[in-house]
């Protein structure tokens, strides 16, 4: 036993859960009874018997211990752990590249971006990237600019007034002026907005960005946008977005 001075509180455990059991089939029984006395006239009375006995007890074997968890609608991975972003890592379409990025979607069309993966990541264990190819430059963009959008889990809940941490893994070849923002699925409102700017030789290897952004807006259907208007080749990596008002803070 582990916690030998806390024995009894484990047979007690026990005994209180097998008296529940019995007591809620005696209460089926006892209804059952009353159906079955409505129907025949015939009055019947049941007894319950509760041993509680030192001598009728059971050992908890040392090895019961933890605790059952189902992940069932993204109670874990979008519930119990803070990331907001549903494949982070690109990593969830398998290591045959080009894989599928899913749920990520491309901001922008054909003409202007091209998005696939590559083995290529810093992670030795996660070996798969994002490339974007950006074909387009400034004027010639979108004004929003071209890159890719995460809905999260089922979209993000973006509080007003709330600091979220966003981090993430970019290389390019050359310099990169990307913006990171949240936006409303649903219209598109901006909810919070930072620009990155890095020189070529700052990010020629994997570099780790983190920045925090404070949400002007809510929205619980939002998603995460990394977009550009500077063309050049990007690879990402490991984006990710957590509140700051987490149990035990994760920045
Ligand atoms: C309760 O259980 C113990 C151990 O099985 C047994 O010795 C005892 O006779 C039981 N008592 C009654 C009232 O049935
Ligand atoms: C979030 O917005 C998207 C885009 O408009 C929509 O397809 C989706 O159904 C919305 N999700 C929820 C949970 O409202
Ligand atoms: C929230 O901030 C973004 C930029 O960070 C801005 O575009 C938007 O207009 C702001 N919204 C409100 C309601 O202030």
């Known amino acids: 036993m582990a916690f030998p001075n806390k024995g009894s509180y484990y047979y007690c455990s026990v005994l209180c859960l097998y008296i529940i059991i019995i007591v809620a089939n005696s209460l089926a029984f006892q209804c059952s009874a009353a159906a079955a006395s409505s129907s025949n006239n015939n009055d019947q009375i049941s007894t319950l018997v509760v041993n509680a006995s030192i001598a009728s007890r059971r050992r908890m074997p040392d090895t019961l211990f933890g605790i059952f968890f189902e ?40 003409s202007s971006i091209l998005v696939q993966t590559e083995l290529n990541s810093c992670f030795e264990r996660n070996k798969v990237a994002l490339r974007m190819d950006v074909l387009c430059d400034d004027i010639n963009c979108p004004s929003g600019g071209v890159g890719i959008s995460n809905p999260g889990y089922w979209g ?24 990171v923002s949240f936006k409303n699925a649903q219209g598109g409102g901006i909810l919070a907005s930072t620009n990155i700017q890095e020189t070529a030789s700052e990010v020629s290897n994997w570099k780790r960005i983190g920045t925090t952004l404070e949400a002007n807006g809510s929205s619980a259907n939002s998603t995460i946008q990394l977009t550009t208007t500077k063309k050049g080749v990007i690879w990402l990596d490991q984006v990710s977005a957590m509140p700051l008002d987490t149990f035990n803070r994760v920045d």
């Not at 609608?73 to 969830?92: I, M, T, Y």
């Not at 993000?156 to 913006?179: H, L, W």
């Open 71 to 110: 992940e069932i609608n993204h109670a874990g991975a979008g519930g119990l752990w803070a990331e907001l972003v549903s494949n982070r890592g690109f990593e969830a379409g398998g290591t045959q590249v080009p894989s599928n990025i899913k749920p990520w979607t491309i901001v922008g069309e054909e």
């Open 156 to 179: 993000m809940n973006i509080e007003q007034g709330k600091k979220y941490k966003v981090v993430f893994y970019v290389r390019s070849a050359g310099p990169i002026d990307m913006t």
